[in-house]
């Protein structure tokens, strides 16, 4: 008989953060790994750029960095960023796994909205990462308004639904509405951080990063404010 998997310790971060300042969100981002405990620590949508679609697109050997690689080998924490990247001459809303080793790419957002088309080209597919175990379906805010792209998250096989995200009051509403029915039809942890403060181009960016469990029932959530941390463990 195969040993019992252990619970995984995940953490929602929504830290202080400023367009286009790689260094400084970085530091903030290796602050927060430090300070949450746990073995993933999850980031809103384009954490490391700030949510700005004026800012650059960030290199991934920028030595400023290199504050979450440190981070995340203190700690043995495994780190979901947002990021601008670009791929082959074209860009995408991407997800960057940190872990001791640096960062890598791992998801690419399939369903931009808004003005983001006018930028960024939508990802090639859903993906799942596997960490101590658990596989978790990768997504970034517009995403986890789609059913199309949890059922093709979903059809991977995955225990949870993680995703960075930015809302303004009106899509936190929907989000606090949608998740748990989500988490409750695929019988699956789902897990959102979300970006909260002014430092985006959304100056009243809703907060509330959440956890709900496979019933739907909310499990934890942050308030409003920049600098929370939601801590929980996936069992």
Request: hydrophobic share 55%; net charge negative; glycine share 8%.
């Given at each position: 008989m195969d040993a019992p998997r252990p619970p995984l310790s995940?953490?929602?971060?929504?830290?202080?953060?400023?367009?286009?300042d790689v260094a400084g969100?970085?530091?903030?981002?290796?602050?927060?790994?430090?300070?949450?405990?746990?073995?993933?620590?999850?980031?809103?949508?384009?954490?490391?750029?700030?949510y700005a679609m004026t800012a650059p697109t960030v290199d991934l050997t920028d030595p400023a960095l290199a504050a979450?690689?440190?981070?995340?080998?203190?700690?043995?924490?495994?780190?979901?960023?947002?990021?601008p990247i670009l791929e082959d001459g074209r860009e995408y809303i991407a997800v960057v796994r940190f872990d001791a080793d640096g960062p890598v790419p791992v998801y690419?957002?399939?369903f931009p909205g808004g003005d983001e088309p006018e930028r960024f080209a939508a990802g090639p597919g859903p993906a799942v990462l596997e960490v101590d175990g658990w596989r978790l379906g990768l997504a970034v805010c517009r995403d986890c308004k789609?059913?199309?792209?949890?059922?093709?998250?979903?059809?991977?096989?995955?225990?949870?639904?993680?995703?960075?995200?930015?809302h303004d009051p009106q899509g936190a509403a929907v989000r606090d509405a949608r998740m748990p029915k989500l988490a409750a039809e695929y019988g699956v942890w789902v897990a959102l951080s979300c970006f909260a403060g002014p430092g985006s181009d959304y100056p009243d960016a809703s907060g509330g990063s959440a956890v709900w469990a496979p019933d739907g029932t909310l499990v934890a959530q942050a308030d409003d404010a920049p600098g929370r941390i939601v801590q929980t463990e996936l069992h």
């Open positions: 995940i953490a929602l971060a929504q830290p202080d953060l400023r367009p286009g969100n970085a530091a903030a981002h290796a602050a927060a790994i430090r300070a949450a405990n746990a073995r993933l620590v999850v980031f809103p949508e384009l954490s490391l750029s700030s979450i690689t440190a981070a995340c080998a203190e700690t043995g924490s495994i780190a979901l960023a947002g990021a690419r957002k399939m789609l059913d199309a792209h949890i059922e093709a998250t979903a059809a991977l096989g995955i225990d949870a639904y993680v995703g960075g995200n930015l």
